[in-house]
């Protein structure tokens, strides 16, 4: 690796340690549902944005709010500490679209016809 990559790659390892991660699979709902959630916590105080989502009465604000839950563990585990009023924010957050299933449905056909076929 060359030196300007390796200084690049330190100065991005540098910037993600002040950040603390957590990634939700799977959820069955759509993204454009989760993203109107997601748009209001964004840029909030995390114990705010867990007041907002729990009194949302959005569905997938339960989906949001378990998986803020577990980002703020994270910060929790690596810190040994807990987390104090105006410490954490909600600094990114984003909804990409997931595994889509693929639900085959066969095409049938039936033939009727007049005459004697014997």
Known sequence: MGARKRLAAEKIKAANKTQYFAKLKGCPSSPRKMRYVVDMIRGMEVNRALGVLRFSKKAASENVEKLLRSAI??????????????ELYVSRVFVDEGVTMKRMRPATAAVVSEGDFS
């Open 73 to 86: 563990a994270n910060w929790e585990a690596k810190n040994d500490r807990k987390a104090e009023d105006g």
